[in-house]
């Protein structure tokens, strides 16, 4: 079973690092600004994080921990997961309608606050009051809370691009997985409950192994230009250790020189000479 640790790839951040009497004037000139709509929505990201600890802490029966993570050249924060004990959904649902309720937002098509739940996954979601997404319409997009017992961890997506996924891995034990779907491609974030780091994983849909994992339709670009997708083997360092049907109806067999921007990928190629064996296939 692979060891999740902190790498210079990835940062998680804790509370602390977060000015409480910022924070407080900021909510005080939100309180008193008569363009509520505006001076909401467009809060720091550490305000945003602030006002959904402070309702989980109100609806919950023990102190919160959080943990933030986002890549290290990337300032912006991709998760929030909150961990306490003894959550009270429909508190917190009032808690979030209430936001909504005080700094309406007339351009949603359904302003409720919403919780469902998937009993098979011991898991609920609820429609977050800060995460709007429109397309055709906007709308308040879902967070997931899971659940061991008494203990909960709430799964704030911040990346919110096209929505998320979040559950415990079956094959590894105390960790979780989260999905961040984009239109093409998706995200991987593994967290572990009990030593609270995070590992960022491959692009693609993935299988989990002690040793390794498999990660299926991982996206790259050709030299020039144009998506490609294909299939590997990969250790917990993301090292590849082997392809998986390079040719495919994701992918062809093209000269060897139009990978060179795939790095990893363009190495293990020339080391391997896996286009001799994709074409041979």
Known sequence: MPKLINTNI???????NIHYKII??????????ATPLLAHYELPREIDLMMIEHDLNKCSNSKINSYFFHKEKDPDYLLGIYNGTNLDLECLREQFQNKITNYPV???????????????????????????????????????????????????DLYNSYGHKANFIDTLENKIHIELFESTHTKNIVFDTITKDFLYLYDGILEFHDDYYVARYSKNYFVGGGAFWYSAIRDYQNNIVGLIDFKSNFT????????????????????TNNLQNCRIN
């Open 10 to 16: 990835f940062v998680a951040l804790s509370q602390k």
């Open 106 to 156: 007339n351009f949603l098509s359904d302003p409720r606050i919403k919780v469902s739940h998937d009993l098979s996954y011991y898991k609920s979601y609820i429609t977050n009051f800060n995460r709007v997404v429109c397309g055709e319409r906007c709308y308040l997009d879902e967070d997931s809370v899971l659940f061991v017992d008494d203990n909960y961890w709430y799964i704030y």
């Open 24 to 33: 407080k004037l900021i909510i005080l000139k939100l309180l008193l600004s």
């Open 252 to 271: 062809t067999c093209e000269e060897v020189n139009l990978y060179a921007w795939t790095n990893q990928l363009y190495d293990f190629i020339l080391e």
